[in-house]
């Protein structure tokens, strides 16, 4: 069965700096894009980060572009989140994700806490 497991999250001052991790099993992750999603509290789940297959290629929200660097290692079967100059608007449950042709799969979330 598919499995992804975010851990990394927690509180964190402002301006300061949080790797996220997203442990993936159950399918090929090398031949699959990963994404992380956030949803910040009383909003919507947006898409933050992607990176293909090969971690050849990766885009970004505008409001985490400079900040937010997503990379892999697919010997580990593992998607990262570097996280910097966090703000308070960063608040959220950060969500690992794969799109398959048919079928999306999701993490359990990891809370972010911006606060002083």
């Known amino acids: 069965q598919v499995q992804l497991v975010e851990s990394g999250g927690g509180l964190v001052q402002p301006g300061g700096s949080l790797r996220l991790s997203c442990a993936a099993s159950?399918?090929?992750?090398?031949?699959?894009?990963m994404n992380w999603y956030r949803q910040p509290p009383g909003k919507e789940r947006e898409l933050v980060a992607s990176i293909t297959s090969t971690g050849s290629s990766t885009n970004y929200a505008d409001s985490v572009k400079g900040r937010f660097t997503i990379s892999r290692d697919n010997f580990k079967n593992t998607v990262y989140l570097q996280m910097n100059s966090l703000q308070s608007v960063d608040t959220a449950v950060y969500y690992c994700?794969?799109?398959?042709?048919?079928?999306?799969?999701w993490g359990k979330g990891t809370l972010v806490t911006v606060s002083s």
């Open positions: 994700n794969v799109h398959t042709l048919y079928i999306a799969y």
């Open positions: 159950g399918f090929t992750f090398s031949r699959n894009a």
